[in-house]
C-alpha cells in the first residue's frame, strides 16, 4: 500500500496504533499524529528515524487526588491528568455536582504536551474552558473526526427525516464508504445510491 491508497481510507484509531507498533512506529498520539507517522513510512522514510510528535510526561508514579490539585499545578511532570480525580477539583472549582471534560482541555493538554511546555499550569485549562476562543480547532486533528462530520450533514439533510433511526441510517452508509476509497463525506447522491441497503427504514 502507498501513501495515496492509505489515505483514501477511514482507519480507527486503534487500527493506526496497531499498524504502527506492527512497523516500530510511535504508537502513543491522536490519530493525525499516528496517521502522519504511517505516511512517512509508506513514502520511504526509516522507522527508526520517525520520531514521536509529542510524548506523554502527564503519568508519573504517584497520581495526583483532587485534594492536592491546585491552580498552579504544573500540567507535566506532576501527576496531573484529566481522570477522576480532575473531574472532582473541576466540579469543586466550578461549584457543580458534576463536571465533564470539554474538548478544549484535550487540545490544550496535547499542545502543552507537544511544546513540552513545563510553566503551564491548571490556571491555563481553566482559562481555555472560559475562553473557548483562545483554541483553534483548524488543524489536523479536527479533520479526522470524518464520521461525526458524516453524521451531522446526513441529519441537516432534509431527506435523514424520511427514516426511522437516522443514525442507524448512516452508520449503513458510512460502513460503504469507510470501506471504499470514495471521498469520507457526506452527500444526498449516497443515500440514492445505497436506496436499498437503507429501505427498511423507511417511515
Known amino acids: 500500500m502507498n501513501s495515496k491508497t492509505f489515505s483514501n481510507f477511514y482507519w480507527y484509531k486503534k487500527e493506526l496504533q496497531n499498524i504502527c507498533s506492527q512497523y516500530g512506529l510511535p504508537t502513543y498520539g491522536t490519530k493525525a499524529e499516528l496517521t502522519k507517522y504511517i505516511i512517512a513510512f509508506l513514502n520511504g522514510k526509516a522507522a527508526a528515524k520517525i520520531k514521536p510528535i509529542r ?35 473541576f466540579a469543586n472549582y466550578f461549584g457543580v455536582e458534576h463536571f465533564t471534560f470539554r474538548k478544549v482541555m484535550g487540545t490544550k493538554m496535547r499542545e502543552v504536551e507537544k511544546n513540552a511546555d513545563i510553566n503551564a ?17 483548524d488543524n489536523d486533528e479536527e479533520k479526522t473526526y470524518q464520521w461525526n462530520s ?16 437516522p443514525m442507524k441510517v448512516a452508520a449503513i ?15 444526498r447522491t449516497l443515500v440514492i445510491e445505497n436506496a436499498e441497503l437503507i429501505k427498511d427504514f423507511l417511515k
Open 121 to 137: 499550569t491548571v490556571a491555563d485549562l481553566v482559562k481555555v474552558l472560559k475562553n473557548p476562543q483562545l483554541i483553534s480547532f
Open 173 to 187: 452508509i458510512w460502513k460503504v464508504i469507510r470501506n471504499s476509497d470514495q471521498p469520507k463525506v457526506y452527500t
Open 150 to 165: 458524516f453524521v451531522r450533514a446526513f441529519r441537516k439533510d432534509p431527506i435523514s427525516k424520511n427514516y426511522y433511526s
Open 55 to 89: 510524548n506523554s510526561r502527564r503519568k508519573v508514579a504517584s497520581q495526583l487526588t483532587s485534594d492536592s490539585i491546585s491552580l498552579d499545578t504544573k500540567l507535566l511532570d506532576s501527576g496531573f491528568s484529566l481522570n477522576r480525580e480532575a473531574r472532582i477539583f
